[in-house]
Nanobody, 124 residues
Framework: QVQLVESGGGLVQAGGSLRLSCVAS????????MGWFRQAPGKEREFVAS????????YYANSVKGRFTISRDSAKNTVSLQMNSLKPEDTAVYYC?????????????????WGQGTQVTVSS
């Protein structure tokens, strides 16, 4: 059974940094894509970034490009999201997810498994 467990959320001032981690277990993920999404109160869940497990190729939403970096540690089955220059509008619950697809995977429905989410709050 696939499980995803996020950690690293918290409260930070605007301009600060946070690092989120997601540990995946339950199968091998070679050929799969791991992604980060976020959902602010009253808004739909939106794509943030993704990384192909095998190649390490990455894809970002325009709103975070240049500020966020997604990476993976295959030995530890962990995907991380380094978030710099945080803005109040980055405040949301952040979720990691896994998709068996390999193209840039940006839609919620394309992901099969989800973590429980971790809260990120950026104060102005």
């Amino acid at each position: 059974q696939v499980q995803l467990v996020e950690s690293g959320g918290g409260l930070v001032q605007a301009g600060g940094s946070l690092r989120l981690s997601c540990v995946a277990s339950g199968r091998t993920f070679s050929g799969w894509t791991m992604g980060w999404f976020r959902q602010a109160p009253g808004k739909e869940r939106e794509f943030v970034a993704s990384i192909r497990w095998s190649s390490g190729s990455t894809y970002y939403a325009n709103s975070v490009k240049g500020r966020f970096t997604i990476s993976r540690d295959s030995a530890k089955n962990t995907v991380s999201l380094q978030m710099n220059s945080l803005k109040p509008e980055d405040t949301a619950v952040y979720y990691c997810a896994i998709s068996p697809r390999t193209a840039p995977v940006v839609e919620v429905y394309e992901y099969n498994y989800w973590g429980q989410g971790t809260q990120v709050t950026v104060s102005s």
